[in-house]
């Protein structure tokens, strides 16, 4: 037996060795959401410098045979031990995922936020909308692990002090109405479309609209694990069902004023790792929609992708639509602006990214 | 190289294994000099040169002393000269920078400071052949006259940068002529894989406790915060660094080596003096040996003696770092040890055992609070956070930690103590085949762990860069 482990312990390192250099490496990781490194290419100076031997490391490890097995194994380890807060996630009651945000959000960076947001609404001609974007532990805080602490959401809008003229579409009220359905994936930090659909509603009772109803839904096939599952993936989580509601328009989407579509969805992302690139086609700097509305109307949307659930709704009720990522999105906004005169313009942000958030200032460029 | 990367262990270690017991016996030295120069060089490509230079300073002064066995004042010389250089160089790679900004700061200079990064090891192995130069000094062995032989000694790779501190005496034998067996090399196998469980599942596993609570400022820690953070550093510390000595002495034992134990559980020491006989033990040996016992250790006066130990502890101090906060450290332990030594060391031990444990532990936790943070306020703030002076007592950052770390904690803290082994020692005695059969499952077990664990580690730390 101990020379059966001798030799065991030297074949079975070797042997991974051998087969993380010879077989095919693989790009990209899928449950990981990230790409993996390749061989480095060996140089003398490289050797030298010790990038070779850090790059080497990086490797083995990206290409170590069966690694998503080990990743899962390790995260499960780690929450049998206890652990309720995983590579950045929260494990919540019943496996249900949680973004984790610092309680303490720098005042200064919301201060000033408010203050863009504030001098961007009071230049504006058009009408301006904000649709504030709950995280799910604002809605499910008993679902949180005992003693995580979240941002106060509620605080952040607070915090905002829009000015009158802004119309503010707080869904707030019937989402904790609605509490009982499945508002937010489990394992994505965002919302669901159902939870988009009370936001819709919320926008419509602020802007005099009235919402569609009873629009026949779709469910994906395959289970969607989401950006929440890469931190923390668990073995025996259960993916998300990925529901999407048909809108009865016909549109054309222009997506980055490049690629054209005549959906506002994306059916192949279904089949893919990250489902909720379905809606919009994921993130774009900027997207231009076409609608038969027929109602005259334009709308601007500034917002992070919590709205890419939300934008398909509105289809019925704008002809254009232009929706900008200020992540992404680096040309003047006033530009986009001008190009539509008396557009309605709708800010939505998700409030814990709206505090920290480091783009936007381009709201005044 | 850290043993506990993936390029070590499946790129490494397998092929230096396998080559070494494929080459014939008398080509095995060589093997593992050049291995253990490509280990070295593996993180540290340029200052190789700096150890082959240590090395051959200490060879060839070996060898002098051997050819001036006559010459008591040649010899006397060349001692001198071995222990300079060596010196000099530890001083200049590690100290120079300190030495410098302190003179800059206490005398308003501005001299420009060295910004040499400290190379790998280096007190590790200018300690080691200094300990030979030394020895062969006293007589307590012969010079090594092959130069493979005493390369071999000095670079092998396992214990080359974080020890245990190895004297030559200690593998003088083994070096000229060992015997490889596969009953040493599993239960090589089995050291290693107990050092590198401790690294990869207890060291990283509070590690990320630590440094959550050490990046927040004293004043917002709550006491049970800050108490748990110390904690978690403490384990941390432990099990990093006994767990690379046990990798050392694991595969140490692999090649046919033996080399001296450098932790006997710590952490159950019932006196301070009782912690530093089971703490990096090879280097409180080589003070001891080497400082203390030449400066006449305690077979002197009572202030002679006094003066001794506040030198060893001193300089143990600035051993483990080129930084204020280390010599405070050391001074500290040095302070601890005379008055346990002179004042009350005898009513400790007539005390109840656990008052014993809870005073030690007590002192070592607070003397981790100054060596983990190297800056004085800062390390002042954090002990006034852990009695009271920091956000109250208890809040929610503190039991969600107790939430998420309670488990490993606990682990540690079984696993810092002699329970376990104890156990598994009454099992051999009773009943030996359930014995082995459940040794042979806990080494497979703990290969398969540690697997898992490595494979993901990102967050895996190098404790010693400053060693």
Not at chain 1, 16 to 28: C, E, I
Not at chain 1, 60 to 83: C, E, H, I, M, Y
Not at chain 2, 197 to 215: E, F, T
Request: proline share 4%; charged share 15%.
């Amino acid at each position: 037996m101990k020379k059966a482990i001798c030799i065991g312990f030297v074949a079975v390192l070797f042997l991974s060795l051998l087969l993380t250099v010879f077989l095919p490496d693989q790009s990209f990781s899928e449950m990981e959401n990230r790409y993996l490194a390749g061989k480095p290419e060996l140089s003398l100076q490289a050797v030298l410098s010790g990038d070779w031997m850090e790059d080497m490391e990086t490797y083995l490890a990206d290409q170590f045979p069966g690694r998503t097995f080990f990743v899962r194994t390790k995260a499960t380890l780690n929450f049998l031990l206890g652990q309720r807060e995983i590579g950045g996630a929260y494990v919540g009651a019943d496996g249900q995922l949680f973004e984790v945000f610092s309680k303490d959000l720098d005042a200064e960076r919301l201060s000033q936020n408010a203050q863009i947001l504030s001098q961007f609404a009071e230049s504006q001609t058009g009408r301006v909308y904000f649709l504030p974007v709950y995280s799910a532990f604002t809605l499910y805080p008993e679902r949180l692990p005992a003693f995580a602490q979240e941002p106060d959401e509620r605080a952040i809008l607070a915090a905002l002090g829009l000015p009158e003229s802004v119309a503010v579409a707080d869904a707030y009220a019937d989402f904790l109405a609605h509490k009982g359905e499945d508002l937010y994936f489990r394992t994505d930090h965002h919302w669901t479309q159902d939870g988009a659909y009370l936001a819709y509603r919320a926008f419509c009772e602020a802007a005099g609209f009235a919402p569609a109803e009873d629009l026949a839904a779709v469910e994906s096939a395959q289970p969607f694990f989401g950006s929440l599952f890469s931190k923390a993936p668990l073995w025996g989580l259960a993916g998300d069902r990925l529901r999407l509601y048909e809108i009865p328009r016909k549109v054309q989407v222009t997506y980055d004023l490049e690629r054209a579509a005549d959906s506002l969805y994306t059916l192949s992302a279904l089949e893919k790792k990250d489902q909720y690139t379905v809606f919009l086609d994921g993130n774009h700097a900027r997207v231009d929609i076409e609608t038969d509305a027929g109602t005259g109307r334009t709308l601007v949307v500034l917002q992070d992708s919590f709205a890419h659930a939300l934008v398909p709704f509105l289809a019925n009720h704008y002809d254009t639509i232009v929706v900008l990522d200020l992540r992404y999105y680096n040309l003047p906004v006033s530009d986009v602006l001008a190009e539509h005169p008396g557009a309605d313009i709708l800010l939505t942000y998700n409030l814990s990214w709206l505090a920290q958030d480091a783009n936007l200032f381009k709201l005044l460029r | 190289m850290v043993f506990s990367s993936l390029s070590f262990l499946t790129l490494f270690l397998p092929l230096t294994i396998l080559l070494y017991f494929a080459v014939p016996r008398r080509f095995r030295n060589l093997l593992l000099f050049l291995a253990s120069l490509i280990f070295y060089a593996w993180g540290e490509p340029v200052y190789i040169v700096l150890m082959l230079f240590s090395s051959v300073v200490d060879y060839s002064h070996g060898l002098l002393m051997e050819k001036f066995d006559g010459r008591p004042g040649v010899r006397r010389a060349l001692l001198v000269s071995s222990v300079a250089i060596n010196l000099s160089l530890l001083g200049f790679f590690k100290y120079a920078g300190l030495v410098v900004s302190t003179l800059n700061a206490a005398l308003s200079l501005s001299i420009p400071v060295p910004s040499v990064a400290l190379p790998v090891g280096i007190s590790f192995y200018t300690f080691q052949t200094m300990s030979y130069s030394i020895d062969v000094y006293r007589r307590n062995c012969p010079a090594q006259r092959d130069p493979i032989a005493f390369g071999c000694y000095v670079t092998m790779f396992p214990q080359l940068i974080a020890g245990p501190i190895v004297r030559y005496v200690d593998v003088m034998r083994e070096i000229n002529g060992r015997r490889e067996t596969f009953e040493g090399f599993y239960l090589g196998i089995r050291r290693f894989l107990v050092g590198l469980a401790k690294k990869l599942i207890l060291a990283n596993g509070v590690g990320m406790l630590w440094d959550s609570v050490s990046a927040q400022p004293a004043a917002s820690l709550s006491a049970l915060s800050a108490w748990l953070g110390v904690l978690a550093y403490a384990f941390q510390i432990y099990f990093d660094f006994s767990g690379y000595s046990d990798m050392a002495i694991g595969m140490g034992r692999m090649f046919g080596f033996q080399f001296p134990e450098n932790f006997r559980y710590p952490y159950v020491s019932r006196s301070v003096s009782d912690f530093w006989r089971r703490w990096h033990i090879t280097l409180s040996t080589w003070f001891r040996e080497y400082l203390y016992i030449p400066l006449g250790g305690n077979r002197v006066r009572v202030p002679r003696n006094i003066f001794n130990l506040a030198v060893v502890w001193m300089a143990t101090g600035l051993w483990h770092g080129a930084s204020w906060n280390f010599l405070l450290w050391g001074a500290y332990f040095g302070a601890v040890l005379i008055a346990e030594k002179f004042l009350y060391g005898k009513a400790l031990s007539r005390a109840p055992g656990f008052v014993g444990w809870a005073y030690t532990a007590l002192v070592v936790l607070v003397g981790w609070v100054f060596f983990a943070l190297d800056d004085l306020g800062r390390g002042a703030a954090y002990l006034g956070a852990m009695f009271g002076g920091g956000a109250g007592a208890v809040d929610a950052y503190a039991l969600r930690a107790l939430l998420n770390y309670g488990a490993v904690l606990l682990l540690c803290a079984a696993a810092s103590t002699p329970l376990a082994s104890g156990a598994l020692e009454r099992l051999r005695a009773r009943r030996p085949r359930a014995h082995s059969a459940l040794t042979y499952a806990l080494v497979i077990a703990g290969f398969a762990l540690c697997l898992i664990y490595v494979v993901d580690a990102g967050y895996n730390p190098f404790l010693y860069f400053r060693f």
